[in-house]
């Protein structure tokens, strides 16, 4: 497939050609955004919608439409509440190993972090969301080690073992909810059926793709990857047009989405985009194709093109531009 077509069919199919009706019909196309920044996370959310505000999306992590747990490759990721547990269920195992792993670097036994699971779940349970700061302090008074990445890393077992989720807010901040609390039961589903459904979603917001493109996505090995890819198709359909202009955030699900980005990223610019240590940037694409970079420097965008832009090209960037302050005010 000639890289044009691509373009226009992969923006089509992540809601960057006809916007999404809501921050909900948008993650649910996508299946997941990295949310590590949760701010960036937000703007990928813009970029697939109209009249949304970053408050809007806040709105649905309070009211637990929206959940974040460390799901897939092992990154935080932006979900809807109900394809939370089932993507966990099916990601999770690969991911408790090095999670063991990093915790004995940091000092923290087996036994201990089986007492700060324990610890956080009484917390959540008896005192409702908790901030990570928060949930620090009770983990401390139990005796055990929360300075340094050893919070982070028991805290992510916790998500992990399906007790944590984050999604409310308390005091302006991300705070972590008790998962049985926060969301809705769902039935356990079979990992074939499962897999299955993961290929299903995620063509449908990514393809054209491949069995190694979704292994490298989810974090899964490529032989299950393969598996769910035999039980799901979607129809190709006519080429869509070519997307407009762009500001996507940094760690777009348009970047991440498959092995290869050099459909998008003009390989004279590749280092530019992502120069290493797991750094994407907020890029500007033109008819799906990367033509710059940018960042925001007190709520507003600087923008940063490869070449100079035409005149059209460069309206449609500044009306972004404007969107991404309305957004975020």
């Given at each position: 497939?000639?890289?044009?077509?691509?373009?226009?069919?992969?923006?089509?199919?992540?809601?960057?050609?006809?916007?999404?009706?809501?921050?909900?019909?948008?993650?649910?196309?996508?299946?997941?955004?990295?949310?590590?920044?949760?701010?960036?996370?937000?703007?990928?959310?813009?970029?697939?919608?109209?009249?949304?505000?970053?408050?809007?999306?806040?709105?649905?992590?309070?009211?637990?439409?929206?959940?974040?747990?460390?799901?897939?490759?092992?990154?935080?990721?932006?979900v809807l509440s109900e394809d939370y547990r089932w993507l966990l269920a099916l990601t999770a195992p690969a991911r408790l190993t090095a999670n063991r792993r990093r915790l004995l670097q940091e000092g923290i036994s087996v036994e201990a972090a089986e007492r700060g699971v324990e610890a956080v779940r009484h917390a959540l349970a008896t005192e409702g969301p908790l901030t990570r700061p928060e949930l620090g302090e009770r983990l401390r008074a139990e005796g055990i080690r929360a300075e340094g990445q050893a919070l982070p890393h028991l805290l992510m077992l916790a998500a992990l073992r399906g007790v944590a989720v984050l999604g409310p807010f308390r005091h302006g901040r991300s705070a972590f909810a008790l998962a049985d609390d926060w969301l809705e039961p769902a039935a356990p589903v079979e990992r074939d059926a499962a897999l299955a459904g993961l290929a299903r979603r995620y063509l449908a917001g990514h393809g054209p793709a491949t069995a190694a493109d979704l292994a490298r996505w989810a974090g899964l090995p490529l032989r299950e990857a393969r598996a769910g890819f035999a039980a799901a198709s979607l129809p190709a359909g006519e080429t869509p047009p070519a997307p407009p202009p762009r500001l996507l955030p940094a760690f777009d699900p348009y970047l991440l989405g498959w092995h290869d980005r050099s459909f998008a990223v003009p390989p004279a610019h590749a280092r530019r985009v992502h120069p290493g240590g797991g750094v994407l940037r907020a890029v500007a694409t033109v008819r799906g194709q990367v033509a710059g970079t940018w960042t925001l420097r007190g709520g507003a965008v600087e923008l940063e093109p490869f070449a100079p832009l035409a005149p059209d090209d460069e309206a449609a960037l500044a009306a972004e531009a404007a969107d991404v302050a309305r957004f975020l005010s």
């Open positions: 497939m000639e890289p044009g077509e691509l373009r226009a069919r992969r923006a089509k199919a992540q809601h960057l050609s006809e916007p999404a009706a809501g921050a909900r019909e948008a993650v649910g196309r996508l299946l997941a955004v990295q949310a590590q920044e949760l701010r960036w996370a937000r703007l990928a959310i813009r970029a697939r919608t109209r009249g949304l505000t970053a408050a809007g999306v806040d709105r649905e992590l309070s009211r637990g439409s929206l959940v974040v747990g460390w799901l897939l490759r092992g990154t935080l990721h932006l």
